[in-house]
């Protein structure tokens, strides 16, 4: 093919002029472009407000798809669950049997936990969920790892609260537009949470690889305590996460380093929860007692 | 005899609008950006970057299509539609024209495996450089390996893009 005549253009001094201008914008749009990467070094979350138009048009499109295809993506599952349909029909009715009675207990003891618990006047008021809403798209092509989640600032999502699923984790709010945010999965590879194994509470710090997996070095001393299939669950350490959500199971230890794979796969929860901080959810004044107590004092002060 | 309802028939002395012949390939790499909306929830970098194979496409299918300064606007939606930080796409984007424009310079005869081989040294630019914006910009220490797949696969599907892109340009410059 040859070369085409657009930027060859001959002796046409207006013709030169417009590729030179050309040349100048895109070479300044491009610095301009370096400097905004610049300002996110210092503040990543900066220009999140540039993002609210694509997402305001992007949230009825993802979420008319996903109510489309909601039931595609776990076609696998039904195809993998048919081919061993018999045996594993009368193992999972043997693990049945054998749950049946630890479930009973289970309700025996949550029963007598709320009696106690009714005894010693404590009331365990949960009041850190916020909403249940659901993913609907991610950062397919990026390497940073974010889901879409169908809430935002307008009803009442803020950065930084965590999200989860009933299997587990599934991450961090990252940036809150008004209908919907970006969450900052388990698995991305800036996503740092503290946890510790169910067994015997070691800690650990979990760090997501950005490939679905995480990443679980302990913070003891001495070699790697893990082993495949110990159970890691948040420590409650840092006052983001709610303590005992679980994160991941050990999959491989190598060295000092475990690696471990999320117990909630954002792909094929159907809804999450978003929670607020820990901290916050600790920390909230309450209706508190000081008033009664102060008048108890100014009562006993004017009786002598 | 040929019923007009049933083939899209060109006609003498009818000429595409305005906004047909400039809007389409705009268009077009826009929804290709905007397929990050598709109801995926990735575990990994996965999906090919189609904003930019469409965008490489045109520019190789339609060299005096676009000035080069046209990956600043199109790389500004892709990065609000993608999770890369702002600003990595729009410069990515252009320098990556800009070198494509330089390397038409040198290579004036080419054909189609060149431009194959074009796009994919551009390819491989915007990756590795998305990889390194992300990486300084608060994304952790993210190994190369992560995006090598996706590398690949983005490199091998041009072909077909390109293919897909003649097809549209062969209905937009005709009325």
Redesign the interface.
Known sequence: MARPTSRRPGINRKAQYSLFASYVVAVTGAAAGLLLVVVAIFDPTGFSAIRIATAEIGRPVSMALKGMVSGVSSLDEVLAAYWRAGSQNVALRRQVEADRNRIIEAKGVAQENLRLKKLLKLVDADASQVLTARLIASSATSTRRFARLNAGRWQGVRPGMPVRAPEGLIGRIHIATPNSSDVLLLTDTSNIVPVRRTNDNIPAISTGLGDGTVEIRALTAGRNPFKPGDLLVTSGIGGVYQPNIPVAVVVRAQGEIAYGVPLANPGRVDAVVVERAFEEAVTRPGPAAPPMSEEGVADNGATP | MIDPHLHHVPRLGRHPSRFRLAGTPVITVMLGS?L???????????????GLLLLLSWRLLR??LW???I??PL?L?DD?????????????W??A??GI?MI??RM????YRQDWLIAALAIIFCIAG??F???????????FL??AP?MVWTILLFPFVVRQCARIDRWRVMA
Request: hydrophobic letters at 45%; charged letters at 10%; zero cysteines.
């Open positions: 905007f990050t909306a598709l109801p995926v929830i990735a575990q990994s970098p996965v999906m090919p970057p189609f060299p005096d000035r080069t300064w990956g600043l790389g939606f609000m539609m993608s999770g890369q930080p702002i600003g990595s796409a729009m410069s990515l252009t320098v024209l800009i424009d038409e310079h004036v005869w080419r054909s998305g990889l914006f992300a990486r300084i910009t608060g994304g952790g220490n993210v190994r992560l995006v996706q």
